[in-house]
């Protein structure tokens, strides 16, 4: 995934005042509904439903629920910030042929979801909490519920997992940005604009007692190995981990990765249901 893609995407350097970024127009874009990202790409080979929930602000969220087996489990998979739920068809599959029953949801303002404006911060929350409320309350005989997140998905995947702990199996994030601020320097060598960020420390001390699989790449910008280590000392469950997948950057799921990636999760999988 191009770089352009990990926190901003636009092209903030054409977007000055007097010689400087106009942080605020740069912050209006990046928050905004982009209509590029509400044509689906792709849908579900296998038999679907789509779905509609109402979140606390009365935003509409749109899902693709793909049932394989009752009482298997079921994997809420949330899309990172400049995707909707069609670009997560190839991480569904593996969830799905792994047996697992498959809820794809597209965030506020992206694909067919209502909203228009969006968030990296912790208000985003209320959107996959929408989603989880309605699994327990429909379609909880397909198991435990497992939340995965990739990138910017993952924050509002933890987020969300604060509210609810208990409701949660397990934990997956790929590629979750800890700090929003120091992946834009580092990527875009300028100090940041001001991002809702959230407390993820607090977030994660949360969530300590649920099984977490982290995973990134050593090559990522939006989080480096450091950041990931810090993440890794706030788990307080002995089967959460952390893989640092070498020469990989932002998308881990690329096929060069897909096997070391499949089996990752498989494993993690399996032993987080003992």
Same mark, same amino acid.
């Given at each position: 995934?191009?770089?352009?893609?990990?926190?901003?995407?636009?092209?903030?350097?054409?977007?000055?005042?007097?010689?400087?970024?106009?942080?605020?127009?740069?912050?209006?874009?990046?928050?905004?509904?982009?209509?590029?990202?509400?044509?689906?790409?792709?849908?579900?080979?296998?038999?679907?439903?789509?779905?509609?929930?109402?979140?606390?602000?009365?935003?509409?969220?749109?899902?693709?629920?793909?049932?394989?087996?009752?009482?298997?489990?079921?994997?809420?998979?949330?899309?990172?910030?400049?995707?909707?739920?069609?670009?997560?068809?190839?991480?569904?599959?593996?969830?799905?042929?792994?047996?697992? %029953?498959?809820?794809?949801?597209?965030?506020?303002?992206?694909?067919?979801?209502?909203?228009?404006?969006?968030?990296?911060?912790?208000?985003?929350?209320?959107?996959?909490?929408?989603?989880?409320?309605?699994?327990?309350?429909?379609?909880?005989?397909?198991?435990?519920?497992?939340?995965?997140?990739?990138?910017?998905?993952?924050?509002?995947?933890?987020?969300?997992? !604060?509210?609810?702990?208990?409701?949660?199996?397990?934990?997956?994030? !790929?590629?979750?940005?800890?700090?929003?601020?120091?992946?834009?320097?580092?990527?875009?060598?300028?100090?940041?604009?001001?991002?809702?960020?959230?407390?993820?420390?607090?977030?994660?001390?949360?969530?300590?007692?649920?099984?977490?699989?982290?995973?990134?790449?050593?090559?990522?910008?939006?989080?480096?190995?450091? !950041?990931?280590?810090?993440?890794?000392?706030?788990?307080?469950?002995?089967?959460?981990?952390?893989?640092?997948? %070498?020469?990989?950057?932002? %998308?881990?799921?690329? !096929?060069?990765?897909?096997?070391?990636?499949?089996?990752?999760?498989?494993?993690?999988?399996?032993?987080?249901?003992?």
């Amino acid at each position: 995934m191009k770089r352009i893609r990990y926190l901003i995407p636009i092209l903030f350097c054409t977007i000055q005042v007097s010689g400087q970024i106009d942080f605020s127009k740069l912050q209006q874009e990046y928050m905004s509904r982009k209509p590029a990202l509400d044509t689906m790409r792709a849908y579900p080979d296998v038999p679907y439903t789509s779905l509609k929930v109402t979140n606390s602000e009365g935003i509409d969220i749109s899902c693709w629920w793909i049932p394989r087996e009752k009482n298997k489990g079921t994997i809420l998979l949330v899309h990172g910030f400049d995707m909707n739920k069609s670009q997560m068809l190839p991480r569904a599959k593996v969830y799905y042929d792994l047996g697992y %029953n498959v809820l794809l949801m597209d965030l506020r303002a992206r694909g067919e979801s209502g909203g228009t404006v969006t968030t990296s911060g912790p208000e985003i929350r209320s959107d996959v909490l929408a989603v989880m409320d309605y699994y327990d309350k429909n379609l909880n005989d397909y198991g435990q519920l497992f939340l995965a997140g990739y990138s910017h998905g993952g924050r509002a995947v933890v987020f969300a997992a !604060e509210q609810k702990p208990t409701a949660i199996k397990a934990i997956i994030l !790929e590629s979750i940005p800890y700090s929003l601020s120091a992946g834009f320097k580092r990527i875009y060598k300028v100090e940041p604009p001001p991002f809702s960020e959230g407390d993820i420390d607090k977030a994660f001390q949360s969530i300590s007692s649920i099984p977490i699989l982290l995973m990134i790449g050593n090559m990522d910008q939006a989080i480096i190995p450091e !950041e990931a280590e810090k993440i890794k000392g706030l788990f307080g469950n002995s089967k959460s981990q952390l893989i640092v997948f %070498n020469g990989m950057g932002h %998308n881990l799921s690329t !096929e060069k990765n897909k096997p070391a990636y499949t089996e990752s999760i498989r494993t993690f999988l399996t032993s987080s249901k003992k």
